[in-house]
């Protein structure tokens, strides 16, 4: 009888479950089975260190969907780790957290902010209530807000060989009174636990009606949608709150147009122009003057599948659901279809989700390394170790 092969060296282990799929967590949890020795390697620091450098971007785990049309809203995370949140509105998810608010939050204090905010862990499923919103010092009712949550810790790069996971974190709320030219935003600071001050901005006599989708994070700003074709800009390290004006001609419809992440790195607008994905980049010029510049069209309607249903030349309504922030994913539906698609720009492929539903899409990405029990100690970890964007 032929022996046994040797057994293979600690360091090829090594590079061999390191190229397993960030996108299917459960097969690190199966070759944690396979011996003890893997099982040690697995558990340690320095493999879950080199798997998210070696694998970089982190992959899509899954993502929030938020059904307005149900009485009463329903948000949801959707993946194997999957949980519901009735009345409920999912208004952000970056580094690992998505930033939840009661959907009965328009009845407000008396300085018109509502009250009640959380932020939730999908890893490991805790949620932190967050304290009331400052009061409005000129009073009124909330007519519409928005917030951003994302991470507090210095230097971390939120991904790659940074672990902003279990660190601090911040949230960014703004909201408008009803009837009021102004606008407000404030911070709070897991580390404080508490609210900053109110920062405000006035725009003459224009009322600015904040939107509902995702922010978008370009640099040091957060950008913020706006129904009134205008995006709000907040700077991060001045606390200023100022207003960028949409592309000339751009749809009001607040469904067909999205605030993403250029391919340069720069804040990007894209729009839904007939059956056209249109994307515009923000540029300087020589002088100094930002500006909007067309980049390209690219046409939609080819790309989704003909449904036996559909007449020829049948024009669908195409509305934007969601994007990847910092990539070129996209998330999109047809006006009446209950089917939502992802579609990548670049190579213009298109994923049907497995789901049947029309509303907001937000994505989920980041390493999650299940918990596992360390073949030398036979501790057990929390849950699983997540780094997240």
Known sequence: MAPPPPPLVDDIVEEILLRLPPE????????????????????GAAF???????????????????????????????????????????????HGRALLSAAAAAPSTPGGAPVDLAVWDPITDKLRRLPPIPASPEGGVVKSFNGAVLCGAQGCDHGGGGDCHEGPFRVVFVFSPFRLAVSFTCVYSSESGEWGELASLRRGDAHVDVGSKPS????????????????????????????????????????????????????????????????????????????WARSRAIELETLFPVSADDAPGKFRWILVSGFVEGTDVIFVHAFGDTDTYKVQLKSRRVTKLAE???????????????????????????????WST
């Open 24 to 43: 299917d967590p459960a097969s690190l949890a199966r070759a944690s089975l396979v011996c003890k020795p893997w099982r040690r390697l697995l558990s």
């Open 48 to 94: 879950r260190r080199r798997y998210r450098e070696h694998h970089g971007a982190p992959p899509l785990l899954g993502h929030l969907r938020l059904c307005r049309t149900r009485k009463p809203c329903f948000s949801s995370f959707v993946s194997g780790l999957g949980r519901a949140f009735p009345d409920w509105l999912v208004l952000d998810c970056r």
């Open 216 to 291: 978008v994070l370009v640099g040091d700003a957060l950008y913020f949608s706006s129904l009134d074709k205008c995006i709000l800009e907040y700077r991060l390290s001045t606390s200023r709150l100022s207003v960028i004006l949409a592309p000339e001609g751009a749809s009001i419809l607040w469904a067909r147009v999205a605030i993403i992440k250029g391919e340069d790195g720069v804040l990007g607008f894209a729009e839904v122009e007939g059956s056209s994905f249109v994307l515009w980049s923000r540029q300087v010029d020589a002088d100094g003057v930002a500006g």
């Open 356 to 386: 049947s539903y029309r509303g907001i899409v937000i994505p989920y990405a980041g390493f999650y390394i299940p918990a596992m029990k360390s073949a030398s100690t036979g501790d057990e970890g929390p849950r699983g170790d997540a």
